[in-house]
């Protein structure tokens, strides 16, 4: 077994270590859980550090347990929120968990029969059968709401309520009682799986610590917790966060392009610091890295490998090299057949916020001649004449190929049954869409 905590330290992956948990991972193969959130069925890139938690713990010799919350995902943590989250039913979650599953498993090996096996639970499949007076009598009495009320995710949403708020201010009972339930999760599974370790963010502390109270009150047992430091980038932007939103990690929503771009557009300091949390590089390796990409800074070696190693692991080897190949496509020496291999989707991230035209698709069956195409037909081009002139300067490309005068374009040229590039120069780009 390889010491964890150490693993966790040269990556500056701690923030919190409750005394005692170092030497208690080093006695004997253990088990720890992470909770995840069902309320989306992807998790996105700001749940890849927790989710490194339990790989480097597998890769350590230990036991990972990956937490669905389907039962506090009906109530909603208040931890760093400043609102009630939307309320999903059993189906809605289920369908949720077997996608979260689908994505942990390219990071966990739940396959394995040995002991340090992954394993995911719900926690909403012991919690189902709870009545609430059960609750409130066999876990509510040992845990005081002046211990509740001292933790910062309750006192940071606890405010006078207004006449003018209707009452919908401030923190209501259900979220109120989030703290309990995980930390009824963390004394469900010492009981049943021996889990001895609850892992998750800095902001995640309070609820965790409550469920260690509860293992040592209600089990007479000891617990530990370890939490990461919340990433953030070095501009001050949130980490995880694009215009569109969040990165996920399922394709359906962040194409493996955009997924690719994201690491790779990262900053050299943020990207010293993602390599270290986001990959399994050794230390060695990783310094080797950074040394080389202080040398030659322009060639973002890091930023290179950082995208490489994250895509693979989170898409596959093959939707990374498509990944590679659509980014040389703005900026390398790409051609018609390369543009030609491109989903329509990646076609249309790779060109986003390239200008766009749409013409009948009848007009491409005929055959579109290009003055058309760059002017008349779409406006790329100011005017026919200078359509002409640019033709003659030969300057016009379709596809990445260079067409004279008299070209005309039709199905053959089509990307994906719909789309033609237009381009003038190196870096002036049309989009023309055949409906």
């Not at 029969?113 to 719900?122: F, M, P, Q, R």
Request: proline share 3%.
């Amino acid at each position: 077994m390889k010491n964890f905590i150490e693993e966790l330290r040269w990556r500056n992956m701690i923030h919190d270590v409750m005394p005692g948990a170092e030497e208690h991972l080093m006695e004997a193969v253990r088990s720890a859980y992470v909770g995840f959130d069902p309320t989306a069925d992807s998790l996105h890139i700001g749940n890849l550090v927790p989710i490194m938690l339990l790989a480097h713990f597998q890769r350590c010799g230990h036991k990972p347990i990956a937490l669905v919350g389907g039962a506090t995902g009906m109530i909603g943590d208040p931890s760093g929120k400043s609102a009630e989250r939307n309320l999903l039913d059993e189906k809605t979650l289920r369908h949720n968990q077997e996608s979260i599953k689908k994505q942990l498993a390219h990071f966990l090996d739940f396959n394995s029969d040995t002991e340090n096996g992954a394993e995911l639970v719900n926690n909403y499949d012991w919690m189902k059968e709870f009545s609430f007076l059960d609750f409130i009598r066999d876990v509510g009495k040992h845990i005081t709401v002046n211990y509740m009320m001292a933790k910062d995710s309750v006192k940071n949403r606890i405010k006078p309520e207004t006449e003018d708020a209707g009452g919908t201010e401030g923190m209501s009972f259900t979220e109120f009682t989030y703290q309990l339930v995980q930390g009824y999760d963390f004394f469900h599974l010492f009981q049943e799986k021996n889990c001895t370790l609850q892992m998750g963010g800095s902001d995640q502390w309070g609820n965790i610590t409550t469920g260690t109270e509860l293992v040592r009150r209600m089990g007479r047992g000891k617990a530990y917790a370890i939490t990461t430091p919340l990433i953030t980038k070095a501009d001050g932007s949130k980490f995880g966060k694009s215009e569109g939103g969040n990165v996920w990690l399922s394709a359906k929503y962040t194409s493996p392009y955009k997924f690719y771009q994201y690491w790779l557009n990262s900053t050299d300091v943020d990207s010293e610091n993602f390599i270290r949390i986001f990959t399994f590089l050794g230390k060695d390796e990783i310094e080797a890295l950074i040394a080389e990409h202080n040398e030659a800074p322009h060639l973002r070696l890091l930023q290179k490998r950082l995208a490489n190693e994250i895509t693979a692991m989170v898409h596959s080897e093959e939707e990374l090299e498509k990944a590679i190949q659509a980014s040389g496509i703005l900026f390398g020496k790409s051609t018609s057949e390369d543009l030609k291999k491109l989903d329509e989707q990646t076609f249309l991230d790779v060109f986003d916020g390239v200008p766009k035209a749409t013409v009948p698709a009848s007009a491409i069956v005929d055959g579109l001649d290009i003055v058309a195409a760059l002017a008349t037909d779409t406006g790329f081009l100011k005017s026919n004449g200078e359509a002409r002139r640019a033709l003659k300067e030969n300057s016009i490309s379709v596809n990445k190929e260079k067409v004279e005068d008299g070209y005309q374009i039709t199905n053959a040229d089509l990307i994906n049954d719909k789309f033609v590039l237009l381009q003038r120069g190196k870096k002036n780009y049309f989009v023309l869409c055949a409906e």
